[in-house]
Nanobody, 129 residues
Framework: VQLQACGGGSVLAGGSLRLSCLASGRPFVTGRMGWFRQAPGKEREFVAG????????YFADSVKGRFTISKDNGRNTVYLQMNSLKSEDTAVYYC???????????????????????WGHGTLVTVSS
């Protein structure tokens, strides 16, 4: 599986960006996807996760109400729509794929980076105030 994230850039606080992550090499529909981010000097943190069907979605509290996640199985792509961006959203954003089949897809499971099998290279988002 290869993941290619794009859509990052520089934006003013309050603005919006949409990140895309194209998956190739495996039937996309069977995977759970997640977005993580890593700010300078900080650890990688969970942003959002989506189940294989798209019916279960989780967000970090810091982005809830501002970010949305969706997936287009036909295009093998997962999206992260980011609105009302803040300077603290500045980070490199990574998409990740989990191809296992957990008995229960919980937020705790989705937010753990160790549960993801494949990672993209990341795309930089810079929010200036």
């Amino acid at each position: 599986v290869q993941l290619q994230a794009c859509g990052g850039g520089s934006v003013l606080a309050g603005g919006s960006l949409r990140l895309s992550c194209l998956a190739s090499g495996r039937p996309f529909v069977t995977g759970r996807m997640g977005w993580f981010r890593q700010a300078p000097g900080k650890e990688r943190e969970f942003v959002a996760g989506i189940s294989w069907s798209g019916g279960t979605i989780y967000f970090a509290d810091s982005v809830k109400g501002r970010f949305t996640i969706s997936k287009d199985n036909g295009r093998n792509t997962v999206y992260l729509q980011m609105n009302s961006l803040k300077s603290e959203d500045t980070a490199v954003y990574y998409c990740a794929a989990d191809i296992k089949s957990p008995a229960y897809y919980s937020k705790r499971y989705a937010s753990s980076a160790s549960n993801y099998d494949y990672w993209g290279h990341g795309t930089l988002v810079t929010v200036s105030s």
